[in-house]
């Protein structure tokens, strides 16, 4: 794999090679069945799972296949799978254990696994030694070559196996089918250079790539042109993109860049890494007007030993001090962050150090995890002294502060006014809809379904512990 040099792009006759597999398998397909073959695509994990399966779902919808919602009456089921932690990991190998049966009853039925759990040598192992039912196994640098991977399943009468991490190209073109038709996901990097020493990211998903702005830009001119009201940038660390690239465009630019284009739109972004986050992204956050005042900040942890032995790089001083320069500059910053508790070796007084961090920057909501060895990572072989049972009661201990934090945020609110972009029915009130503050905290108002897909102000009237209750002030927009 290429590592710290340029990024390499898949090259137009590539492109064009998949293309014609493309074609190859329609004809398979339509050969083969009378009416379009189903697919089932379930995706576990981050938003960067998402978007890579918007762009397979594209790329099968072109060779071919529709949509269900039915791994049972499926003739094609693919799981892109997630790594992170150990619980998601299990939740694959039970679900692919589920599929058994049905396949047992349709024999035409295939089943792929792609995502970065298939990136894993001991993962391949255990399917090609346990899972003799999978068909096609591939991993996160093969999403561009899904057609001639469908086309050697189809055709060659053998399982197939494509993790090859030699060579990690970005494809660009790729057709793309959005979940939503208001929201889009847009990668602008790929990969992480980091190696937090707990992380499995960078094993299964390779060095950083970025991609070109001017193909970010025309893919958020898309976007935008398709009625897209939500913009979220996605990359492990978003603050190092453009290091990799020609054009000497960095995140803060990039920012400011799509922030200049014509529409009625906010432009959201995640994951910021506070060793690589500065005043200038803060500072071209406070001045893009379609930027929402939302950042996603990952801690890990208040205490300096146990972000040395994370491999961050950086303290908890500098983390505040970023947190300070974005309160400084946008007053009404949302703030919210991933934190690993019960991390190797972590005592309880560090453990206390977490605590004290979330109520000085009073967070508006944490993503909360316990710690999970992750093969190959150097934190699996630490010294984990601390039992797991006491590891669940300091998580409880920190949820419990964190909710103490958010309803008193949340109560905060009752009587203020915020634009939200109306997002779907509330699932068990009639004539309720649910939306989401710039901030990214949901509120639920009275309302009519033909506002989703739009923005409207909300005045808040009452708070929960993580969520508002509203009614409409006036309606803005209803242009979907
Ligand atoms: N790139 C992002 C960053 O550095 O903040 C996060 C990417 S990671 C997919 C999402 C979150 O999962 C991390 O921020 C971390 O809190 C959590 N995580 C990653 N590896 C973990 C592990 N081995 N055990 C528990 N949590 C983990
Ligand atoms: Fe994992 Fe750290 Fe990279 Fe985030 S920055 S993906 S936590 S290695």
Known sequence: MKSNG???????????KQKEYTQLVRA??????????????HTYGCQGNVADSERMTGQLLEMGYTLTDSPENA???????CAVREHAEDRVFGNVG??????????????????????QKHVEDRIKKSYPYVNLVFGTFAVHRLPELMYKTLCGGKRVFD?????????????????????????????????????????????????????VLNEAREIIASGVKEITLLGQNVNSYGKNGDDGVDFAELLRRINALPGDFKIRFMTSHPKDCNERLLDAMAECEKCAHHLHLPFQSGNDRVLKEMNRGYTREHYLELIAYAKKVMPDISLTSDVIVGFPGETYEEFLDTVSLIREVEFTSLFTFIFSPRE?????S????????????????????????ASKRCAESVGRVFRVLVENEAEKADGILTGRTDGNVTIDFPGEASLIGSYADVTVTSARNWTLTGELAKKTDNKK
């Open 382 to 405: 630490m010294e984990d002294p601390v039992p797991a049972k006491e590891k669940s009661r300091r998580f409880s201990e920190l949820l419990k502060a964190q909710e103490e934090i």
């Open 163 to 215: 993790t090859d991490a030699s060579s990690a190209p970005v494809a660009e073109g790729l057709p793309v089918h959005r979940d939503s038709g208001f929201k889009a996901w847009l990668p602008i990097m790929y990969g992480c250079n980091n190696f937090c020493s707990y992380c499995v990211v960078p094993y299964v998903r390779g060095r950083e790539r970025s991609r070109r702005c001017e193909d």
């Open 28 to 41: 398979v397909l339509t050969a083969k069945y009378d009416e379009p073959p189903r697919a089932f695509v």
């Open 6 to 16: 340029k990024t390499v792009f898949v090259s137009p006759s590539e492109s064009a």
């Open 75 to 81: 003739q094609l089921v693919l799981f892109n799978t």
């Open 98 to 119: 589920a599929l058994k049966p049905i396949k047992e009853r349709r024999r035409d039925m295939l089943i792929a696994l792609c995502g970065c759990m298939m990136q």
């Open 376 to 380: 190959g990572t150097r934190a699996a």
